[in-house]
Structure formats: C-alpha cells, structure tokens
DNA sequence: TTGAAAGCGCTAACAG
DNA sequence: CTGTTAGCGCTTTCAA
C-alpha cells in the first residue's frame, strides 16, 4: 500500500480511501491511485483488514460430515441467506474430531464474525466453553449450555409420524433402522424415541429386536437389510434417507419387495429420494425455517444482541411416495 | 493479553511464549500465566497472530456447487489429506457468482495459505489475474492461465469409454445426456468431445439430436427421458451419476426398462450409484490420485515452489453394474 | 529465562 | 478533498 501511495504520490490513507470507494475523492486523484495500484498488482492484506476493522465478513459453519447429503443442502441455504446479509460462509468439516467438537472449532485459525455449529450428536459442551458474546448458533441436537441459541429439528415427532404411518398401514412389526438407545440425546437417539412413542401411543409392543443399530449412510443401510428380514419385520423406518435407500437395495438383492412385503420410510427428504425406484417415502424437515431462523438469530447476536439463549424447534411432514404405496 | 500478562505479573511476551509452548519458560512461570488465562477466559485473536506470522495455516477450497456429491467428496478427500500436512481446509460456494470466478476468490476477506479452486465451468482466466507467488491449483478444467498448476480429469477419454461400452452392447443410437456443444471448454464440453470420438471411432454417424442438454442433476436427467425417447435413443451416456439417476427414474415413468430398452452410464462414481435399482453403471474417476496430486503441487507451491505451471491429468475406469447388463 | 522495542498492513478519527 | 496520528493484537529480534 505503501508503494501504491509512493508511485501515485499520495498518503496510504488516499489509496485507502480508494479501495473502500469513499465518494469524496477528486476522480483525477482516483485515476492516479487505481493505475498505480494496476502498475504495482497490488492485493489488499485482508488479514490486516480485519485485525483493524474487527471484523472479516465471514461467518463459519462447522459439519460434522460433508458428505451426507442433508449437511449440503443445510450449507446451501445457509450461503443463500446470510449472502443476502452481507456475509460470506466458510465450511469447515469437523469429522467428529475431538470430544468436544465446540471447543476445536474455536480454536479455529479463521476469524469468523459469527459460528453456525452443525452436529448430529454435540456431546456436551462444558458451561463456560463458549466465549462471552461471540456469536453462535446451533442446529440440530441440542446442547447443555443455554446460553447458546438452538434451532432444533422434531426429531421425535418426526419420526413419530413415520412410525404411525407404517402402522396405519396394518404393520405391527415396524423395524427401525439406524436406531440408537443410548443415554446420549444426539440425533439417533432422539428419533428412537420417536419411535418408541409412536409404538406406545398405538399400543403395539416396543421390540427392542426391531431397533437395528447401524452407520448413518446407504452402504449401513445395505448391510441391515439381512437383520430386518431376519428379525422379521414387515416394515421399516430409517435414521435417514440414505440408509433408506440403502435398505431398499438390500432388501431388493434379498428378493423381498418393497413396499408389498416391506414398505420404507426415510428422514430428510434428499433430492435423490424422489428418483429412486420406488421413490421413497421420507419426513420432511422445514428447512427453509430451520435456516432462515438460525440465519435471524446468527446476525441478531452479531448485531449486538445479548440476551440469555434460545431455543426454536421446527417441524416435520410426511412426504408419502411409492415405498409405502400398498 | 495485556490483561493477562499484567494479571500474571509479567509481560505479554513471556504471555506469547506460554501459549506457544515454547520451552524456555518456568514451570512456576507458566503456571501463573495459564491460571491468568483461565481467569480472564483469554482467547487468543487469530487474525493479530496471522498477521503478525504471515501465515493461517488454513487453505481454502473453493466449488461452485457443494450440492453435488462428487464435490463433496472431493472436499472430503482434501480435507483428510491436507490435515496430514498440518493444514486446515475452508470451503467455499461459488454458485458461478461472477464471469471469473477466481477473481471473485482472490477478493476473498478470509487469509488462505493456498487455495484449492474447483470448478466445473473455469471461463477464461485472464493471464496476470492470479498474484504472483499466491499458491494456487486448479482442479478440473483447464484455464487458459498456464502459469497455474492444473490437475484434470480425463474427461473426453473417460466418457468415451462409456460411449464404447454402449457400442459394444450392440447399440447404435446413443444419446448424450446433458451434452454441450459449446465452445468454452467446460466439463460439458470435454465430455462430449469424448462422445463424439468415440461413436467416431467406431465409425457411427454422429447425431445432434442425441445430444441433450440438461441441467447436470437428477431433475435435469428425470426431465430428459421425454426426449431420450423421442429421438428414438437405444442407449444413454450421461455426464454425472446425478443425471444418469435422474434420467433411470424417467424412463421407468414412461415404461422404458432399463437396461433392457435403454442401457444407462454415468460419470463420477458417487456412492449411492452402487444402491439405486438397476444399479448404476458408471465412469469412475481416480479421486484418490486427483487429490493427492493437487494437494502435493499445493504444499509444494507453498513451500516455495515457483516453476512453471504443471499439468497432471488423472485417468477414469468404466464400473459395470446392472444398468448395462444385458 | 524474561522483556523492551518495533512493526505486520490496514483504517477510524480526526485535522487541515 | 487529502493527510497525520495512532493504534488493532500479536510475535520477531535481540538485549538484559
């Protein structure tokens, strides 16, 4: 900048001035500083920037898993709104990799203005882990420290509704696949009890042969097609659509045909779930709410605000489709 | 840190030193200094230590499309890799925002140590755009800027394998879906240069109505099938697995078998191509090679490097399943 | 083993 | 309309 300055004869603070297009500058003195800024190819630092203005313009979401499909259209929309604000988003995967996935985020080497952490299992966050007023939302499972905003999906009734619909179909021995009952409320979990609710309001018996633990992704989907038959369940619910789709394969390399012998349903409603054959019935999350409000309180809490955390839940709808057309 | 460093009586050097391990400091010194940091809640600031090291230890991966599921694997596969050097991965969406998409990148208001640029339409970079010395590899799509390091996909190759694959089964009017015949040397583009040669080579007329083109995703590929069958296709190569998906779901809704009728290809080799119904024939890309080459040139670039730019293309492996199993 | 000085590249706040 | 001053929070260098 310094030579910028030199080579236009002016102060670094005109070719300041320049870069940041303030109006009152002579349009004679501008000519001269953007053509020794073209002379010399000069970058602005913006690491230097945003040490002196305090702020980078980018806020950080943390994933736990880019590949599954629900996080990439979760980093879509989220892009989408926040560019309407003014914001970049920086994505960063997380991998599960510590314990406490908070805390290496914000050991982050970036500078964000505001973290929207994503987890499908936040395992708890001691209080006091998240520094004073730094800005950050959480989606999805929820955390030990309230003092942190939360925008939830309803995960049990989400699953409720799947679990019903089965059953209203006259199925009384509804596997579900991709189930978890551990004491730990991550996402898994949470569905299973869904699950479990959904039984006992219908009156049917709670199996624990029927919860069929397995890797949130098609190929562990694949692989529990052999343990739904074997448990002989004459209907399945999935974690998530990918092990739906997975089990719909499975089960079609076992010779059982779905939806007559096993109908399915999935959670999520990814874009391939309408494509598949069958299509697959799915629960669908609202979410555009789910980012638009997670959105809202993200630049709330950068704008300033301070108050103790929130917490919002949004909801699900059943997206019947060929896999559980009888 | 002043606070710190005048809490734990001493200065903010000896503060710089604790936080670095750096040996050198008493165990009682250092004792006081983390007891300082713990009561005071210290988070160091990120981009001040950048700044001042010149360095973030963060690279930044730019795509223009985190929805699809070869990008994210692609992300995945970087990420793991550059962890093993020490370094972080930011990923970032592009959505094709501006004409150049890398200069959109350069603007960027986050520090990258290195940045990873993929996209599937690079548009002519003009020369001088990148910095001088700013570490830089691009993946997919050549740029006209040779100064770069490039690590390709043998995108004409690999999809002439498809289209020979499809000959070999007998069939003479294969159709290319979500072909371009553009110009611009896009991934569109080199695909259909692949088909072209291909149906060349074994001396079949080329068609243009059998080229389609469509969105490059499932509902681009669903929407096609309507004119697969109208231009009286025998077979179908399509440009991603997405497409091919989409398209599989198309003709079984107009009664169209496959493969029996219309034997389908795709290109990518995604995960859930191995879980649809007829299991995905497909164009597998060497993704492990594409990654450890780029982020070899990468931290080589970063190491000081500053030849010439470097062209590496990766070859592709025709995946035989059920969609062209006659 | 610790600390003082200097400055990374930029911009807010004011003067002129 | 343009420039001066004074740092942002940290670390490199070198001295004590």
Redesign the pocket.
């Known amino acids: ?2 030579d910028v300055a030199k080579l236009a ?6 070719v ?2 320049v ?2 297009g ?5 349009a ?3 000519a001269k500083v953007e053509a020794a800024m073209a002379a010399v190819d000069y ?3 913006s690491t ?2 945003a ?4 702020r980078t313009g980018v806020i950080g979401l943390a994933v736990s898993n880019i590949h599954m499909p629900y996080t990439a259209e979760l980093a879509r929309g989220v892009s989408d709104v926040l560019q309407q604000y003014g914001y970049r988003v920086a994505i960063e995967e997380t991998r599960g990799r510590s314990e406490s996935e908070t805390e290496a985020w914000l050991r982050s080497p970036l500078s964000y203005d505001g973290l929207l952490i994503s987890t499908s299992s936040l395992h708890r966050v001691p209080p006091g882990t998240l520094p004073q007023g730094y800005p950050v939302v959480v989606l999805g499972e929820s955390m030990d420290d309230l003092s942190v905003d939360h925008v939830g999906i309803a995960n049990k009734a989400g699953l409720a509704l799947a679990t019903r619909h089965l059953l209203g179909l006259g199925r009384t021995r509804v596997a579900f696949v991709g189930g978890s009952l551990g004491e730990e409320t991550d996402m898994q979990v949470s569905r299973t009890r869904g699950y479990a609710q959904a039984l006992r309001h219908a009156g049917v018996a709670f199996d624990p042969a029927l919860v069929l633990p397995t890797m949130s992704d098609a190929p562990g989907g694949h692989a529990a097609a052999a343990q739904v038959l074997a448990a002989g369940a004459d209907g399945a619910v999935c974690v998530t659509d990918s092990v739906a789709l997975g089990l719909m394969r499975g089960l079609a390399d076992r010779g059982c045909r779905v939806p007559d012998q096993v109908p399915v349903v999935g959670f999520d409603d990814i874009e391939l779930s309408q494509f598949a054959s069958p299509t697959l019935t799915t629960v669908r999350p609202d979410k555009d709410e789910l980012v638009a409000t997670a959105v809202a309180m993200l630049v709330e809490r950068m704008g300033g605000f301070d108050g103790p955390g929130r917490l919002r839940v949004v909801q699900c709808e059943l997206i019947p489709r060929e896999s559980t057309a009888l």
């Open positions: 900048m310094a004869g002016v102060s670094k603070m005109t300041s001035h870069m940041n303030h109006h009152h500058v002579r004679e003195t501008r970058r602005p630092n230097a920037r040490l002196r203005r305090g």
